[in-house]
DNA sequence: GTCTATACCATGATAGAC
DNA sequence: GTCTATCATGGTATAGAC
């Protein structure tokens, strides 16, 4: 009956409550704060939330489902493993970029003070897509642990944007490096090729 | 007069907080909380420290200063920028494993809700170390610009750390992918030579 | 479904005795 | 320097009317 409509409103809160819980993580936003934003009172939140736990968890698992669904497709796509590998990284900065509350809720996850919270919401978010992209690391063993690189490629594109803030006090900074298409650009080199003088180069002037 | 013993207790108290706020944040920590780990009344810690935020930013200085002027000296040493990179990134490996409060007030401080807060603590703490990573990233001018160079470094090997707890629930997780030293393989490795096969130079121009 | 009203507890912070 | 006592505010959550 009202199942739908109850529904609704649910996913309506989950949409407000994203961008708070993103800005100022579980302990940073009240049920008050919530209630405000979306414009009813307190106890009325708890009519569709058993508590601040459930939302906080429905939250989350809201925002990230529909982002991780998308990646996997993208890495499952193609065959060659390099090719795969850069358009996962290109659609992985651009959502970044453009997703800040994603972003953030990525960098809350990984700082919850309830371990079992969070490695709940790692397994029911994230699992999936680990799965593909280390799949995708199969293809460099053995040289590399696929474990570890998939790690390693996540962390060196989510690095840029949890530090979008804090680079801006560092000396080097340019505006162009928060732009997702130089970041993925950037991380693509530095994976395919490292730091050592690559191929010798051709007289490229 | 008293200024001594003064300085004694509040280095004393810092020397407890950092735990606190390394493991709940700002926002998770109360005063009471402080309070009671010390052995001291709320009242009694008011003396030391103006408010919860002067009594916040003198822990992550306290936590971070001492680790910052210790990692400046070992990417300053030397002079091979490569030789340099690996003992940085062995060291910082071996740090972020022994020092867990370290690695997580990082995190927390790259979340502060409060942007001029971070980026005042990142300038205090930070800049001076990531001047030196820069400069040994100038070395691989102009294949990588030497500001993302950095941040791709110190994400690459941070990352590992901030994703210790979650990875347990990824499938392909070994308990060595925890060590500091196979990170920091892991992690050279991959700086050094990327994900192509390496290949012997060909000549063909 | 949303409201008013409220219980009850935790919070940051201060005043003033010792 | 640390205490006891206290305050105002804000926190989660519930009861019950509409």
Redesign the interface.
């Given at each position: 009956m009202s199942n739908k409509k109850d529904h609704q409103t649910r996913t309506n809160i989950l949409g407000l409550t994203v961008p708070l819980f993103a800005?100022?993580?579980f302990?940073?936003v009240s049920m008050r704060d919530v209630a405000e934003e979306i414009g009813l009172t307190p106890a009325a939140l708890y009519y569709h939330f058993k508590d601040k736990e459930q939302l906080y968890l429905e939250t989350v698992k809201y925002a990230f489902q529909k982002k991780t669904t998308a990646a996997k497709a993208v890495v499952d796509m193609g065959s060659d493993p390099?090719k795969r590998?850069e358009a996962f990284i290109t659609w992985f900065t651009k959502t970044l970029g453009k997703e800040k509350d994603f972003q953030?809720l990525m960098?809350?996850?990984?700082?919850d003070?309830d371990?079992a919270r969070?490695?709940?919401l790692?397994?029911e978010t994230?699992?999936d897509l680990?799965?593909s992209i280390?799949g995708l690391g199969e293809s460099?063993k053995p040289?590399?642990?696929?474990?570890?690189?998939?790690?390693?490629i996540?962390?060196?594109v989510?690095?840029?944007f949890?530090?979008t803030?804090?680079?801006?006090?560092?000396?080097?900074?340019?505006s162009s490096?928060d732009q997702p298409k130089?970041?993925a650009r950037?991380?693509i080199?530095?994976?395919?090729?490292?730091?050592?003088p690559?191929?010798?180069t051709?007289?490229t002037n």
């Open positions: 800005q100022s993580g302990d940073g390099l590998l953030k960098q809350w996850v990984l700082l003070t371990k969070m490695q709940n790692i397994k994230f699992r680990f799965v280390q460099f040289k590399y642990d696929p474990h570890m690189l998939s790690i390693s996540i962390g060196l989510v690095y840029h949890e530090t803030e804090a680079r801006k006090t560092l000396p080097g900074n340019k490096h130089t970041i950037h991380v080199s530095l994976l395919r090729n490292g730091l050592m690559a191929q010798p051709l007289h």
